[in-house]
């Protein structure tokens, strides 16, 4: 395995993190493409 230093910090990661988790909160089911919609659905009716 390959490691090497990307400059961010774990805190970075963090702010990215929660920054992504908003604008997943804030988008409407509209957004969202038809086929994870459906995908959704399946998972709520099995």
């Known amino acids: 395995m390959l490691a090497y230093n990307t ?6 990661r963090d702010k990215e993190f ?4 908003k604008m997943t909160a ?3 089911i509209d957004d969202f ?3 994870i919609i459906e995908e959704i659905k399946n998972t ?3």
Request: hydrophobic letters at 30%; charged letters at 20%; proline letters at 11%.
């Open 7 to 12: 400059g961010n910090t774990q805190e970075d």
């Open 18 to 21: 929660v920054q992504l988790l």
């Open 26 to 28: 804030n988008m409407e």
């Open 33 to 35: 493409p038809p086929l």
């Open 44 to 46: 709520w009716e099995n």
